[in-house]
């Protein structure tokens, strides 16, 4: 069966049975919508390269926490939390879009940020998603490299819930089963756009991080019994830490979803070739391919996610590791608005 007869398929409509069995909010903007990147496929010479545009699911600019939050705000709403707890990088975009879901629906939200990079920058500690954190009413505090981040979120839970609050507490990313289920349903979501339209998928790519994005897109592909290949591209840890992370979630996942087919371990692949010095620590290749991605199809990514893996990307195909392929769909993540806590990066002189 080719993968244009999905949307007919027994398998996405079960799927879309067992979704429908958790509480979501609706938060996120969907679908978000499947471009053609026809100017960046001339200039690599092909295959033709599409865009899943995540970065537009709203909520404080959007990105892929979006779909996530749809899950997760739903079951602390279910519980009656008047107070979220989450924690991210200093530049971390779920804890932006966190605050935003939390202050629509009349929530506190408290955030933990790990200095990861240990940079001085002003406009790193102080704007793009800080900014946008703050402007949402998010309680900011940072905390030194290293801190054991899940311990500190539990340390200010008690002390929430011993002052009367119902504390719900995130995972950074937003990253567990019931978070990758926004990811589940964006597997859906993409085989049923390709499905309509005729496309053939023949790779999908994305940046791979806390793990729920991925592990969520595996986790719905293996349900469909889709045979796409699907490559993350990592963004913090070494290639073999980062697929038993998305594998082990993934895992979890299906359990969720009642899934009791065996996954391939093969069916997680991680290249992990672009992170450069580290995490949110700029690569020359991050800032190019940002650079050209803006000029070629007015399109934004991230120096710390989108950027990077867009980075994979381009230098991938100019190896020819597309080779022989039709369509490659890139799943836009976000993050746009980490762009302003990197303005050295971009050399953002006065005109
Ligand atoms: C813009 C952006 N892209 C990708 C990712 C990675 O997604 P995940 O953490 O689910 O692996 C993140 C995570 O923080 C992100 O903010």
């Not at 995490?279 to 990514?301: H, S």
């Not at 190896?319 to 392929?325: I, S, T």
Request: proline letters at 5%; aromatic letters at 4%; a negative charge.
């Amino acid at each position: 069966m080719s993968e244009t007869d999905l949307i007919a398929k027994p398998q996405m409509d079960a799927l879309a049975a067992a979704l429908r069995r958790h509480p979501k909010l609706r938060l996120a903007h969907l679908p978000t919508p499947l471009e053609p990147m026809d100017r960046l496929s001339e200039a690599l010479g092909g295959p033709r390269f599409w865009i899943k545009r995540d970065d537009c699911t709203g909520l404080a600019t959007g990105g892929n926490k979006a779909r996530k939050l749809d899950y997760l705000m739903a079951e602390a709403k279910a519980a009656g939390a008047t107070a979220i707890v989450t924690q991210g990088a200093t530049q971390s975009n779920h804890t932006r879009q966190s605050a935003a879901a939390a202050a629509k629906l009349g929530m506190t939200c408290h955030i933990l940020l790990e200095d990861r990079t240990g940079s001085d920058d002003p406009s790193y500690n102080a704007n793009g998603n800080v900014l946008l954190s703050r402007l949402a009413g998010g309680k900011l505090r940072k905390l030194p490299g290293g801190t054991d981040m899940p311990a500190e979120m539990e340390r200010v839970a008690d002390d929430l819930r011993a002052q009367g609050e119902s504390v719900y507490v995130i995972p950074g990313g937003g990253s567990n089963a019931i978070g990758a289920l926004g990811y589940v349903e964006c597997a859906h979501e993409l085989l049923s756009q390709a499905g309509a339209t005729g496309l053939e998928i023949d790779m999908i790519v994305q940046p791979t991080g806390s793990s729920g994005t991925h592990a969520g897109m595996v986790a719905g592909l293996h349900i469909i019994e889709s045979e796409i290949p699907l490559l993350g591209i990592g963004t913090r840890s070494p290639r073999e830490k980062q697929e038993q992370m998305v594998y082990d979630l993934a895992l979890k996942t299906l359990n969720l979803l009642g899934n009791e087919v065996p996954l391939d371990r093969a069916r997680v692949q991680a290249n992990c070739d672009y992170v450069g010095e580290g995490y949110g620590i700029p690569t020359r290749g991050m800032v190019e391919a940002v650079q050209t991605l803006a000029g070629l199809e007015g399109l934004l990514f991230d120096p710390v996610y989108s950027g990077k893996a867009i980075d994979g990307l381009l230098d991938l195909a100019r190896k020819g590791h597309f080779a022989g392929l039709r369509n490659v769909v890139f799943l836009h993540t976000g993050g746009s608005s980490a762009i302003f806590a990197y303005p050295n990066a971009f050399n953002a002189n006065p005109i």
